[in-house]
């Protein structure tokens, strides 16, 4: 944009024409103005008796001017709802403050129908200072209140989305609460002559998780355990998890044989996700336990597929990796290897299965360093000899002190020979 | 990631972290891949700087994929953290290890 200083040369006979046909349309009189205005006009008395009024404000209340001037008071004109405001609110500030603008209030109009206006009123005052006469502005408020309306009703639409999206939000919760319950076991069942204790953290409550366990018998003197990982998070873990943890417990009643537990388990997750393009698979270690009665030890018989190794903590205060190297992921490939380990627990030895949400928390100030199997190791000696529940308890207490460190989902399985009662 | 071609087969070099996004890309490459029956699929990881379960899981896909076109598998350089996961997964037993690119693109001896 530039301007020269220039005038164009069209502008001097433009602005000749247009002045005259201003004034061709300004001619009306002062008096047509105030009457024809697109705005109600009145003037009263200090005690509202209306003075003077416009036609447009007559043709809006529908009334004669006879009927008006000098008849009635402006609160007159007001619904019932306005004169109170009228009383209470516009007059004593008008008075005190000598005008009073853009209050919204309602006339009655002939026909009983109301009118939203918005109304400003001055006082005149004579020459010495005294109050001669309100002058009042009335404007036609309507589309402004139909505008106000819709601003209202589109705040309340908005609002009632609201409501039903924090109403869906809460079903959903729940709906994942009671999916994830039917991950994991409500509660671990009676094993005669073992105790058990078990642990989940949760990292996120909106995401079903991925880390499943579970103890159930199989014959008249046998418990099935196991405890595992799926790869990944969210829906799509869950139903890898609910398929496990399910297949696992049919197979095991099939034939508790932890290998064959496995291989039934991965062959139902290769089967079901190889084509998919989106391989599913887990880490599982699947165990019996037998105890014994008359010497209150448990045998253990376990087998891992791609699974960090258990921990067995001793009575005399040792604990130990029992390691299950070279066990694959269960579900990679169409056949796979499991890798076997047994143990025995004397009473006051405790067998404890973790998945790497334990092992992986990144602990340290800038949260680089892993937890890791050394500090995993040093921390059950600390606990070996104590119960079940109290090495859970003291593993939980862990994982709360990991706070933000702790990103991943956490299950911890712990099954012991109780040791004897003094 | 980048692509290249050697005497075995084509080679995919992975750097930075192998995680959820950057598995998902891994995946994505796969796809348009070129794997004829016999080569061999390296996945070079020599400037991989991080592996999570995500990035397992693209390896995985990786492994099938050449699978599915009857070729050979291997990864090179494989860095000690993952390397230690790929053991307690037991899939060190199942993927061919090598410890850089060059022996990793190393032709077989022919067998009869």
Not at chain 1, 56 to 62: C, D, E, I, N, S
Request: charged content about 20%; proline content about 7%.
């Amino acid at each position: 944009m530039c301007r020269t200083g220039q005038p164009d040369p069209h502008d001097a006979g433009d602005e000749q024409t247009s002045d005259a046909a201003f004034a061709a349309l300004l001619e009306d009189s002062a008096e047509e103005l105030y009457e024809s205005a697109p705005c109600g006009y009145l003037s009263t008395l200090m005690d509202g008796t209306i003075a003077k009024v416009n036609t447009t404000l007559l043709g809006w209340l529908g009334l004669e001017r006879a009927a008006v001037v000098g008849r009635m008071r402006f609160p007159d004109l007001l619904t019932v709802g306005g004169k109170l405001y009228h009383e209470t609110h516009f007059a004593p500030l008008l008075r005190m403050q000598g005008e009073i603008g853009g209050i919204a209030l309602e006339v009655k109009r002939a026909g009983g129908a109301r009118m939203p206006v918005l109304v400003s009123s001055v006082v005149k005052h004579g020459d010495a200072g005294e109050p001669l006469l309100i002058r009042t502005t009335v404007f036609d408020a309507r589309d402004r209140r139909a505008y106000e309306e819709e601003l209202l009703r589109g705040r309340k639409a908005a609002e009632e989305a609201r409501k039903q999206a924090e109403a869906d939000r809460a079903r959903l919760q729940e709906a994942l609460a009671v999916l994830q319950q039917s991950l994991l076991p409500a509660t671990l069942p009676p094993v005669p002559g073992v105790e058990t204790a078990a642990h989940y953290h949760t990292a996120s409550p909106d995401r079903l998780g991925g880390d499943f366990y579970d103890v159930f018998p199989v014959d008249g003197k046998r418990f099935a355990f196991f405890l595992g990982d799926v790869c990944g998070k969210g829906p799509q873990a869950a139903a890898v998890t609910s398929l496990t943890r399910y297949t696992l417990r049919a197979a095991a009643l099939h034939d508790p044989d932890p290998v064959s537990a496995l291989s039934t388990l991965n062959k139902v997750l290769h089967e079901r996700y190889t084509g998919s393009g989106d391989p599913r698979y887990c880490t599982a270690v699947f165990g019996t336990l037998e105890p014994d009665p008359v010497t209150g030890q448990v045998a253990i018989h376990l087998a891992s597929g791609g699974h960090p190794p258990v921990l067995v903590l001793r009575a005399d205060g040792t604990a130990d990796f029992l390691p299950t190297p070279g066990g694959l992921l269960v579900g990679v490939l169409p056949s796979a290897r499991f890798v076997t380990a047994t143990t025995c627990l004397a009473p006051g030895d405790t067998l404890l299965l973790y998945t790497d949400g334990l092992t992986e928390a990144r602990t340290g100030q800038d949260r680089t360093s892993l937890y890791g199997d050394e500090a995993l190791l040093a921390f059950a000696a600390r606990h070996a000899g104590k119960s079940p529940t109290d090495v859970i308890q003291a593993l939980t207490d862990l994982l709360d002190g990991f706070g933000a460190g702790l990103d991943d989902d956490t299950a911890l399985l712990a099954l012991g020979a109780p040791a004897p009662t003094l | 990631m980048t692509a290249r071609d050697a005497a075995t087969g084509p080679v995919l070099e992975i750097a930075g972290e192998l995680d959820h996004v950057h598995a998902n890309t891994l995946r994505e490459v796969l796809t348009t891949l070129t794997l004829r029956p016999g080569q061999r699929l390296v996945l070079d990881l020599a400037a991989m700087e991080f592996c999570d379960s995500s990035g397992i899981t693209a390896l995985i896909a990786a492994y099938r994929h050449a699978q599915a076109a009857h070729a050979d598998f291997a990864l090179a350089a494989v860095p000690a953290p993952t390397r230690r996961i790929l053991r307690i997964v037991g899939l060190d037993q199942t993927f061919r290890l090598h410890p850089d690119s060059d022996t990793a693109t190393r032709p077989r001896p022919t067998t009869t």
